[in-house]
């Protein structure tokens, strides 16, 4: 009994590792990845030599099967929770609306606005990105300022330039000091701000899922 409970807490452990070490290498978020990747893997091994040193009881591989169905639940409840990434939402409204786009901005948001001609007449469209751990505060905003407005979202995979860039630099130089000895190379200066931004996200999302 004592190792049917450790097989199926190893397997709530084993598959939300397995779950989000596949999203963060979806998302190009390489040391996200080797830090799941490694738990996976001890928990993988733990597990098997439970499996194989048993019985091999039809109990057993019941149990296995259900705690890999329970962790594949539980781990999409927690990438939901620390929300690695970004949403890039497209708000089509009829009317500009000044301080829906203040409101936006003040927020600390990046907003840019276009116009265009749609059935009914003129139309505008507010391109916004934000991190998805903000995505509801996007939400309130609309359903506050423009409830009845046509909403897109989508998650990009990747973006340069533009005031996201500029504010994910700044942030990421706060960390890294300019090297007295001259300019280091612009692979390892690139490779050190994914890290530096990397371990932010995952530090901010920790904070809410404690909040």
């Known amino acids: ?29 390489s040391l996200l990845t080797a830090v799941f990747g490694f738990l996976e893997s001890v928990i993988y091994v733990f597990g098997l030599a439970i499996v194989f040193t048993g019985e091999q009881s039809l109990l057993q591989m019941v149990v296995y099967a259900v705690g890999f169905s329970l ?56 391109d916004i990105l934000t991190k998805r751990s903000r995505e509801g ?10 409830p009845n407005a046509f ?3 989508y998650e990009p995979t990747r973006f340069r330039g533009g005031f996201m860039e500029q504010m994910m630099k700044k942030e990421s130089g706060k960390f890294f000091a300019k090297s007295p000895h001259g300019k280091s190379s ?6 050190k701000e994914k890290i530096v931004l990397e371990v932010k996200e995952l530090v901010k999302s920790e904070e809410n899922i404690e909040e």
Do not use: H
Request: hydrophobic content about 50%; charged content about 25%.
């Open 1 to 29: 009994m004592k190792d049917l409970i450790l097989l199926l807490v190893l397997q709530l452990a084993y598959v939300p590792m397995l779950a989000l070490r596949t999203i963060c290498m979806v998302r190009k978020l």
């Open 71 to 126: 962790g594949l639940i539980v781990g999409i409840q927690i990438e939901n929770k620390i929300a690695i990434g970004y949403t890039s939402f497209l708000v089509n409204i009829k009317d500009r609306n000044d301080n829906f786009v203040s409101a936006l901005r003040e927020a600390g948001f990046g907003v840019t606005i276009f116009s265009g001609e749609g059935r009914d007449g003129a139309r505008y469209r507010l």
């Open 137 to 146: 505060e996007v939400f309130s905003l609309i359903n506050e300022y423009e």
């Open 151 to 153: 909403v897109l979202s």
């Open 186 to 191: 612009s692979w390892l200066k690139k490779e």
